[in-house]
């Protein structure tokens, strides 16, 4: 998994270069969508974002692929799948959120919308501690609220 993650940030850190044509970015752009689309995506992207290191644009990109997977088939999830999703971005909200160093304010906006999303479908009876999840992460200084 660890060369895939590199070929991931690669192909990412190609597509936001400034000499890149447009073609090339089109090329790019159909890889990450063929990737995002295959079954078991988000859980590939849960292990880019835990070993990301610090790579902005491979946790932009593994955030999306997360959130459309809670936005398009959290139901077909089941109980565990669901857990270790919101487990592994509460965490790392946990241990990156406060240092503004290690993450800047667009990436822990894009966390905690993403962990709001899971909030949504899961609270009060598979998620009972969102709310206090939530209260904990926003206490961090430099949380920049995003509108949903």
């Given at each position: 998994m ?12 190609e597509?936001?270069?400034?000499n ?12 990450l ?5 295959q ?5 590939q ?11 902005q644009y ?22 565990s ?17 406060s ?34 999840n939530?209260?904990?992460?926003s206490s961090?200084?430099?949380?920049h609220?995003i509108?949903c």
């Open positions: 660890e060369e895939s993650r590199r070929i991931l940030e690669s192909h990412l850190n597509f936001f270069a400034p890149t044509s447009n073609e090339r970015k089109r090329q790019i752009e159909a890889l969508e063929n990737f995002s689309r079954n078991g995506a988000w859980k992207s849960l292990y880019f974002l835990s070993n990301s290191n610090g790579n491979v946790i932009m990109f593994c955030l999306s692929v997360i959130e459309n997977t809670i936005k398009y088939k959290w139901v077909s999830m089941n109980q799948e669901r857990e270790e999703v919101k487990s592994t971005i509460y965490s790392y909200l946990l241990q990156n959120v240092s503004t160093d290690k993450c800047p304010h667009f990436v822990r906006n894009k966390m905690v919308k993403v962990l709001t999303d899971v909030g949504k479908f899961s609270w009060p009876h598979e998620y009972p501690d969102f709310l206090s939530i209260l904990q992460v961090f200084k430099n949380i609220y509108s």
